[in-house]
């Protein structure tokens, strides 16, 4: 280093330290930093002590607490550094405030304005409790946006009532409760619920009055954040957990939702409708008068007994803030996931009952819910009306069991001239075997598929049956017999220890149903030639009722009361089938078919023409 590089050295550090000592601040400044520091940390100390007070005392009321050595121009300082015009609302007391009618009763808190908890009136939880949809501190509802470049929660302000006394239209019967958040003069933020008599919906409007020169105008939308802890309600917490998850319909477009079985998560891009935190028999749903932009949906799945799972859906609903006022109308959806009820909304809700896709949710929507409906009108017993659907059901589909076993007994008969073409042609020439095999199904006028097909339409029905039964709050706490509750699992003996994939607990009418299982395969096995059965599909006939024990054991009793049910009466159909169809008469009537002329058809002639191509070779 040379002489003119050390001056240089030397100057600079000679500035820095002298700009150092020039800036420091005073004594008197050093102590306002300090006070300005304590009273910060005395404020959020005090809003902490705060929210252990609520979590601590729940639903009562609990006033803030100011550190009395915070003189009120320091705290209004501070509060208006955080808050902006918003900070007269960062103080105040949280009372709560009650919109009920027959159905439902709403309980709102004034701390962020926002529904504190939801009871349904008519309906109560497994053990007999009170059915509350959401309740606590820890559900969040809150706008967030920036005002004169300050983040603003609406959640950590305070709202004010606007009524004094009754909230009940004399006219209409609707209740209504207005609570603001004040900017200052003429500038508020509006809540408006109204509820009314006989519906589970809550009208939701939300004003932005005077706020042009607060709220940017050039957002053209705001920030929505809405999460909630899905309690448990019923007495099969795992069936419940895999049917409760987070679903949204887009606007003007199709219903989807997110994984039920996982922590999932979906960015959601175009315009949204509404968004529903689905429980298994219940729903919370936010519905949009005209859209949300966008937004994004989560749920994770909780580790503990009182809760499902925590839903979180950040979105963005439109914002113009034009002409002095903005209102954003929004109605809520609080209730039964009931399909006549969901169904009456005309915006897809009844979506959020997992009735199956495609096929499966035509034969449920379109002919097992009707008649399920029409049923109930005459039976109040929903084991009987269980029993009654599935005759019903039976009797409909007995032409397809007919058919089937009477094509199974074609084929049973026509078993000695099949085994005489193996005979004759060895294995080594299938393609051979196959067209005699095929010669001989159409001159006799058989259908080798004759007896999969009419099982193959049944099962539609089936599927359909699997789906209704567990998503049915028609079955909820309804007893039949041993079982208390028909959605949910029946108990005759509650085991000391839980089996892996079967439990703690010995469900008779799974029981039941695994041997009317046995019972039917072994009056279709009889039918059966062991020799041209599928390689293991003894093995897999008799080893289903295994798995369906483990499978069903804590499964929807009413479910299993079915196909138990069911089975029996295949039995009876069965049995009753064999004596109508007699095997002596299937034999001469297809002998009869062999003496007419044979139409070949163009599978039979491709069949024929690759044989003899084969023998050319």
Request: charged share 20%; with cysteine; aromatic share 14%.
């Amino acid at each position: 280093m040379d002489r003119n590089q050390f001056i240089g050295l030397f100057l600079i550090a000679g500035l820095f330290i002298g700009y150092m000592i020039y800036t420091q601040p005073s004594q008197e400044e050093i102590e306002k930093a300090r006070l300005k520091r304590d009273s910060i940390e005395q404020l959020q100390n005090a809003a902490a002590q705060l929210q252990d007070s609520l979590i601590a005392a729940d639903t009562n009321t609990v006033a803030v607490e100011i550190p009395e050595n915070i003189p009120q121009d320091s705290l209004n300082s501070l509060l208006a550094d955080k808050y902006g015009v918003f900070g007269g609302a960062a103080v105040g007391e949280e009372k709560f405030y009650t919109l009920e009618n027959d159905l439902m009763q709403v309980v709102i808190s004034s701390k962020g304005g926002r529904i504190y908890s939801v009871k349904l009136n008519e309906y109560k939880t497994h053990d007999s409790l009170d059915l509350v949809m959401f309740d606590g501190i820890k559900d969040k509802f809150e706008y967030r946006f920036f005002s004169q470049n300050r983040s603003i929660n609406t959640g950590e302000l305070y709202f004010f009532p606007q009524f004094d006394g009754d909230m009940v239209s004399a006219t209409t019967g609707k209740k209504s409760a207005i609570f603001r958040l004040s900017a200052g003069e003429g500038r508020y933020i509006e809540y408006n619920y109204t509820l009314e008599p006989g519906k589970y919906d809550l009208k939701y409007d939300v004003k932005f009055v005077g706020l042009d020169d607060v709220i940017s105008k050039n957002m053209g939308a705001i920030d929505l954040h809405w999460s909630m802890h899905s309690p448990a309600h019923e007495k099969g917490h795992k069936t419940e957990g895999e049917r409760t998850g987070l679903y949204y319909k887009f606007h003007e477009d199709e219903v989807d939702y997110l994984t039920e079985t996982k922590d999932d998560s979906e960015s959601l891009a175009t315009r949204v409708k509404w968004v529903a935190f689905k429980q298994q028999f219940f729903s919370a749903v936010l519905i949009a008068d005209t859209f949300f932009v966008s937004g994004k949906v989560e749920h994770k799945l909780i580790a503990d007994s009182k809760y499902l799972k925590h839903f979180t859906a950040d979105m963005v609903a439109p914002f113009e803030g034009e002409n002095n006022a903005q209102k954003i109308g929004y109605k809520w959806y609080f209730g039964p996931n009931k399909f006549s009820i969901l169904k009456e909304y005309d915006i897809e809700m009844e979506r959020l009952i997992p009735f199956g896709a495609s096929i499966i949710g035509w034969v449920n929507r379109y002919a097992i819910i009707p008649l399920f409906n029409f049923l109930s009108s005459y039976i109040g017993n929903i084991g009987l009306l269980i029993l009654v659907l599935t005759i019903i059901i039976k009797v409909v589909i007995f032409p397809l069991t007919y058919k089937s076993y009477l094509s199974t007994a074609k084929m049973r008969v026509l078993k000695p001239e099949i085994d005489a073409i193996n005979a004759k042609i060895p294995k080594e020439k299938a393609l051979e075997r196959q067209q005699a095999t095929m010669a001989l199904y159409k001159k006799a006028g058989v259908n080798p598929a004759g007896g999969c097909i009419p099982m193959l339409l049944q099962f539609p029905i089936l599927i359909a049956m699997f789906q209704f039964f567990p998503a049915s709050i028609e079955l909820r706490q309804k007893a039949f017999l041993w079982a208390t509750d028909l959605s949910t699992y029946d108990s005759i003996y509650n085991l000391p220890f839980n089996i892996p994939y079967y439990g703690d607990h010995v469900s008779l009418f799974t029981l039941l149903m695994a041997a009317s299982i046995v019972l039917t395969t072994l009056v279709n096995s009889a039918q059966m030639d062991s020799n041209s059965a599928i390689p293991g599909m003894k093995f897999m006939m008799y080893s289903m009722p295994v798995f369906m024990v483990f499978w069903f054991n804590s499964y929807s009793s009413g479910l299993s009361y079915y196909y138990f049910v069911a089975n029996i009466i295949t039995y009876a159909q069965t049995i009753a089938i064999r004596r109508m169809v007699n095997d002596e008469e299937v034999l001469k009537k297809i002998h009869e078919n062999k003496k007419k002329p044979v139409v070949k058809s163009k599978f039979q002639e491709r069949l024929e023409q690759m044989a003899k191509q084969q023998k050319n070779k």
